[in-house]
């Protein structure tokens, strides 16, 4: 029996461990900007496995010069205080490193969407439900429970093996895996357990950037409305500007690997969303401005400066057009999210590794994916030159009501990132 089997039948001997990791994670709200109290969870599974961790919380000032940083909504909102980092270093030999894991904070949840309590996770057969069961604390306990088998299969790695757990993912990743690797923890590759649906591998993501647009009108009481401005129909003018910056977009620009997975995305590669609207404070009154507020989506092929001049042009366009708006243009700002896109070279060492072994371990064929979302895995790439890909479970309901994994995908994902490590770091004769 060779080493990859002996690991996968322990991880295999786990399921209920796994289940119960998964749970204690849910059960721990890490809503982006709380993480803490999940990454105790996973310090306590660290220490129980004889690794030492590093938690630290991120230094706002030290990352400000970086040129991935910008400063994100949860930082503005709370600060990086009692928000920490996790990595633990399992030693190898002297062959390459190689960084897994992933993030820890989920998203929050409307309850009366939900059918179950999103809180804690609900097994019904080989299906689990809660908040981050997919995205991706299931994907976080699936690795550590690949360690774990590592360990008591007995297997010394010929390299190290980094184990991160991060913060504010979902809020652009700053804090999180952008400081990981300022603290020093430059891998030669790495796996994040996003959920990708093994044996697909992702190998991009999308650029992201959140805007404000603020639109001017002329305040007056309504019974006089005639010699004011209704600073919402303007917005209306800028909103159907935008709309129309959309439908150019989606005609325009093609990136099979965002749809080989979810076939759905062809022609929708590439997305522009006004998120929130806010105008007014009384309804006898014309408001004399509103505030807008969007996020667009791309795949790579665009830089972050092409992609805003093409949203600035839009709106300063239609307010030319609009006789009032001409001498009063709109403003826009941007804010949070301002991510670049990235993607790696399908035939990079790691990416074929992960293909190969996800493969194996699932039986069937996968594709290389990704480009329709912002992830971690670009800090690696841009900014380090570390080929850095996504093997995780499948997902449905992701930032939505009743997200779901099964227990079946997690438990290959834990087999597949203990092959990609015995594989890629090679075992230490």
């Known amino acids: 029996m060779d080493a990859t089997e002996t690991v996968g039948n322990a991880i295999e ?10 749970t204690d994670l849910v059960e721990a709200k890490t809503v982006t900007g709380t993480e803490e109290p999940g990454q105790a969870v996973v310090v306590d599974k660290l220490e129980s496995l004889g690794l030492e961790p590093d938690v630290w919380e991120p230094s706002a000032e030290s990352l400000a010069g970086h040129e991935g940083h910008f400063e994100t909504s949860s930082y503005a909102e709370y600060g990086y205080d009692d928000r920490p980092n996790v990595v633990a270093r399992r030693e190898g030999g002297d062959g390459p490193t190689l960084t897994v894991g992933g993030h820890v904070d989920v998203v929050d949840v409307t309850e009366a969407e939900w059918e179950r309590e999103p809180w804690t996770v609900t097994r019904e057969g080989d299906t689990l439900y809660g908040r981050g069961v997919a995205d991706m604390k299931g994907g976080l306990a699936a690795v550590l429970i690949a360690v774990e088998a590592l360990d008591e299969a007995g297997i010394d790695l ?8 991060t913060i504010e993912e979902e809020d652009g990743g700053v804090g999180g895996a952008l400081s990981v690797l300022e603290r020093g923890y430059v891998p030669d590759a790495a796996v994040i357990a996003e959920p990708f649906a093994l044996p697909n591998v992702g190998v991009a993501s999308a650029g992201v950037m959140y805007f404000r647009v603020r639109v001017p009108g002329k305040s007056v009481h309504a019974a006089w409305g005639h010699q004011g401005v209704n600073a919402i129909g303007n917005a209306a003018t800028v909103y159907r500007a935008l709309e129309r910056l959309d439908d150019e977009r989606k005609a325009s620009i093609d990136y099979p690997p965002a749809y080989r997975g979810e076939p759905d995305l062809e022609g929708n590669v590439t997305n522009l969303n006004v998120g929130t609207i806010e105008a007014g404070d009384w309804p006898s009154t014309l408001p004399s401005e509103t505030f807008m507020e969007g996020r667009i989506g791309w795949p790579p092929g665009e830089s972050r400066a092409e992609v805003r001049a093409q949203i600035e042009d839009a709106v300063a366009d239609a307010a030319a057009e609009d006789e009032w708006l001409a001498d009063h243009p709109p403003e826009v700002e941007w804010f949070g999210w301002q991510a670049e ?15 190969r072994v996800s493969e194996e371990v699932a039986g069937r064929t996968g594709s290389f994916v990704g480009g329709n979302a912002g992830l971690d895995e670009r800090f ?16 449905s309901g992701l930032h939505g009501a009743d997200e779901h994994t099964t227990l079946t995908s997690l438990l290959e994902t834990s087999k597949a990132i203990a092959g990609i490590a015995i594989e890629y770091c090679g075992i230490d004769d």
């Open 380 to 395: 690696f790439e841009l900014y380090y030159d570390v080929d850095a890909v996504s093997v995780g479970p499948t997902g």
């Open 13 to 22: 001997s786990k399921r209920d461990d796994l289940v119960d990791l998964v």
């Open 341 to 355: 896109p990235h993607e790696v070279d399908p035939d990079c060492e790691i990416a074929t590794v992960a293909s």
């Open 158 to 165: 010929g390299g190290d093996l980094l184990f991160q757990s």
